[in-house]
């Protein structure tokens, strides 16, 4: 059983491929059956994560996960490629998909492509959670569910959760019930869960709704594997995530991030080099910043989060690109991996070696 802890080996040896995919510390999970007043069957199914910008899909995919995988910002559309992340306990394995958030009018062909990816994910889905901000109006929560969407879920036939989140947030929790009964009243759910993806309360509750919809099956993956992304996807995300962070107004849109070099080393630090592609000329001077310092702060940002999800010393080495209209580019965004979840799950299936 390969026991990588995100890169780094339990044993202490490094990874030496940078094909090895992200998984979580070494721990015993076992797979049976209870024999009561019947068999219970092991449970293993893919679940579709959907929501709107900000409504807390990557941060509930971390607090499933215990690990914080998915990138986590205060800006909306951090979110652009489908980030999977493979949940196991002693009876049932999900596979999550974390969606970006439903765009109802897209502006740039990433924005199309962004949408072509939830849809995909509810074609791809068992069990489909479509999480909302309940602070929001009414108006605002009805926005998740485009004509499109609704006409996806119907057609799939399939289990939808509706997940009402940032309870947490309500002094007076009996505000949330009049807009969960309207939201309910669309006839696309099968059952409601009100959590706190922040502070992970009540999760636990939703984990057992899910287990109760998934259809019964082997696990697919080993249990300690945490994604089917490789560690290179997730350094790249990342990097991203520092700009959203670093940068204000259009600049964190307009940037996308591609990893050109990871070398893995015996000895010493990871060698990684990272191009940091921005829209305008303006742009990229604003990135690189007076001498360089605000490529250095990015660079000193990124490297830690990047360490502290390899668990290796990491030379982090980042340019700044400009490549105009990118994001209304077919070919650039082929060039950055938009291309849909026949690649993020992998054309050969799970790897059980």
Request: glycine content about 6%; overall charge negative; hydrophobic content about 40%.
């Amino acid at each position: 059983m390969r026991q990588l802890l995100c890169g780094k080996i339990a044993s202490g040896k490094r990874a030496a491929n940078t094909e090895y995919l992200c998984t979580r510390p070494a721990r015993i999970v076992c797979c049976f059956t209870f024999i009561t007043s019947g068999t219970y069957m092991s449970r293993f199914g893919y679940v579709a994560i959907i929501g709107k910008p900000n409504a807390g899909k990557s941060t509930l995919l971390n607090a499933l996960l215990g690990e914080q995988l998915s990138i986590v910002t205060s800006k909306p559309e951090t979110t652009r490629r489908s980030v999977v992340g493979i949940f196991t306990n002693e009876t049932m394995q999900a596979v999550f998909l974390d969606t970006p958030g439903v765009v109802p009018r897209p502006k740039f062909e990433l924005h199309r492509q962004m949408i072509g990816f939830i849809h995909q994910a509810v074609q791809e889905a068992d069990v489909i959670l479509v999480i909302v901000d309940i602070t929001e109006s009414m108006r605002t929560l009805m926005d998740v569910l485009t004509e499109q969407l609704r006409n996806d879920i119907r057609d799939s036939g399939k289990p939808c959760i509706l997940v009402v989140n940032k309870m947490d947030v309500l002094d007076d929790k009996t505000i949330a019930l009049p807009k969960i009964l309207e939201l309910m009243k669309t006839g696309l759910f099968k059952e409601n869960v009100a959590i706190s993806a922040k502070y992970n309360k009540f999760v636990e509750e939703l984990v057992r709704v899910i287990d109760a919809n998934l259809p019964e099956g082997e696990f697919a993956y080993d249990p300690e594997q945490l994604s089917t992304q490789p560690e290179i996807f997730f350094v790249a995300e990342y990097v991203r995530e520092q700009c959203f962070e670093l940068f204000r107004e259009e600049i964190p849109y307009s940037t996308e991030v591609r990893v050109t070099k990871f070398e893995e080393r015996t000895k010493g630090k990871y060698f990684i080099q990272a191009e940091v592609v921005v829209d305008r000329t303006a742009q990229r001077a604003i990135v690189i910043g007076s001498k360089g310092a605000s490529l250095k702060e990015l660079g000193s940002r990124a490297r830690a989060r990047i360490e502290e999800h390899l668990g290796v010393g990491v030379f982090l080495e980042l340019h700044v690109r400009v490549k105009s209209d990118w994001r209304d580019s077919e070919r650039d965004l082929r060039e950055f991996g938009y291309e849909g979840y026949g690649d993020v799950l992998g054309a050969d299936g799970p790897d059980m070696d």
